[in-house]
T-cell receptor, first 115, second 114 residues
Framework: GENVEQHPSTLSVQEGDSAVIKCTYSDSASNYFPWYKQELGKRPQLIIDIRSNVGEKKDQRIAVTLNKTAKHFSLHITETQPEDSAVYFCAANSNSGGSNYKLTFGKGTLLTVNP | GAGVSQSPRYKVAKRGQDVALRCDPISGHVSLFWYQQALGQGPEFLTYFQNEAQLDKSGLPSDRFFAERPEGSVSTLKIQRTQQEDSAVYLC????????????FGPGTRLLVL
């Protein structure tokens, strides 16, 4: 099955700096890679996703890059703000045997943005 | 519109008790997922429904776990004879179609088994 590794597990930045979180996946057939933000005690919320037919996607201060050859994808947050502080999860779908709905999540990155 | 809702939000059970967790997906969403999230970990897939059909239950940890979605809308996750290792947050998610699309999560039910 799919295996997703996420680094770092914690990340502390100063307000206004950039933050980068990296993930690797094992299943070369995976074609959908969402990123979720989860504040303490709240539900995971999708912040951006990318499909394997593109290499980069951007939405305001958030961008995701995908390298299919190396099987890794990254989340980039620019001009970080204190409200960006949360746990971020990457995920990848399994795309074998018709089960492309099944998401495997990384273990999460606790991002702290210091004012 | 209303998002995914779950009830109860918190549940304390004594070891050996049965529990039932409810999920109300977004209206009209075909796909429904259950995940288990242990403290400090990412969500782990438990089971998947497409309408009323349970197409994948490969993530259910034991035969004490049972899920249903009889009318293709509300779903219930039942855990029989709860054990301490069942303590976790149980998340429900739904998506509009039957192919890979955005999954919208509910707030979860935090289960504590004493």
């Amino acid at each position: 099955g799919e295996n997703v590794e996420q680094h770092p597990s914690t990340l502390s930045v100063q307000e206004g700096d950039s933050a980068v979180i990296k993930c690797t996946y094992s299943d070369s057939a995976s074609n959908y890679f969402p990123w979720y933000k989860q504040e303490l005690g709240k539900r995971p919320q999708l912040i951006i996703d990318i499909r394997s037919n593109v290499g980069e996607k951007k939405d305001q201060r958030i961008a995701v890059t995908l390298n299919k050859t190396a099987k890794h994808f990254s989340l980039h947050i620019t001009e970080t703000q204190p409200e960006d502080s949360a746990v971020y999860f990457c995920a990848a779908n399994s795309n074998s045997g018709g089960s492309n709905y099944k998401l495997t999540f990384g273990k999460g990155t606790l991002l702290t943005v210091n004012p | 519109g209303a998002g995914v809702s779950q009830s109860p939000r918190y549940k304390v059970a004594k070891r050996g008790q049965d529990v039932a967790l409810r999920c109300d997906p977004i209206s009209g969403h075909v796909s429904l997922f259950w995940y288990q999230q242990a403290l400090g970990q990412g969500p782990e897939f438990l089971t998947y429904f497409q309408n009323e059909a349970q197409l994948d239950k490969s993530g259910l940890p034991s035969d004490r776990f049972f899920a249903e979605r009889p009318e293709g809308s509300v779903s219930t996750l039942k855990i029989q004879r709860t054990q301490q290792e069942d303590s976790a947050v149980y998340l429900c998610a739904s998506s509009l179609g039957a192919v890979q699309e955005t999954q919208y999560f509910g707030p979860g039910t935090r289960l504590l088994v004493l």
